[in-house]
């Protein structure tokens, strides 16, 4: 049975860091892609970061990038996501996501496997 597991979500202020992790069991991790995506209070699924395959390349959406860093363990079947200088419209609940492909997409639909989510809520 494949399991994603996120975990590291909680309140932090604004400016601060917090660092996610997505924990995947019951498949080959080291073959498929691995994103982020986070979907804010009432609004839709947005992506966030992404990482191929192989950790060559990736992905990372404007309002992100300098300030998230995706990265992957494939000895620990793990996806980590390092958020620094956080802001309010970073809160959202957080999703791993696994594509089985060489790389990572950030259309939502073609991912195989997703995490429940975990909260992450930055307050000003």
């Known amino acids: 049975q494949v399991q994603l597991v996120e975990s590291g979500g909680g309140l932090v202020q604004t400016g601060g860091s917090l660092r996610l992790s997505c924990a995947a069991s019951g498949l080959t991790f080291s073959i498929y892609a691995v994103a982020w995506f986070r979907q804010p209070p009432g609004k839709e699924r947005e992506f966030v970061a992404s990482?191929?395959?192989?950790?060559?390349?990736?992905d990372y959406a404007d309002s992100v990038k300098g300030r998230f860093t995706i990265s992957r363990d494939n000895a620990k079947n793990m996806v980590y996501l390092q958020m620094n200088s956080l802001k309010p419209e970073d809160t959202a609940v957080y999703h791993c996501a696994l594509r089985n492909s060489v790389l990572a997409v950030r259309g939502p639909r073609t991912y195989d496997y997703w995490g429940q989510g975990t909260q992450v809520t930055v307050s000003s």
């Open positions: 990482l191929s395959r192989s950790g060559g390349a990736t």
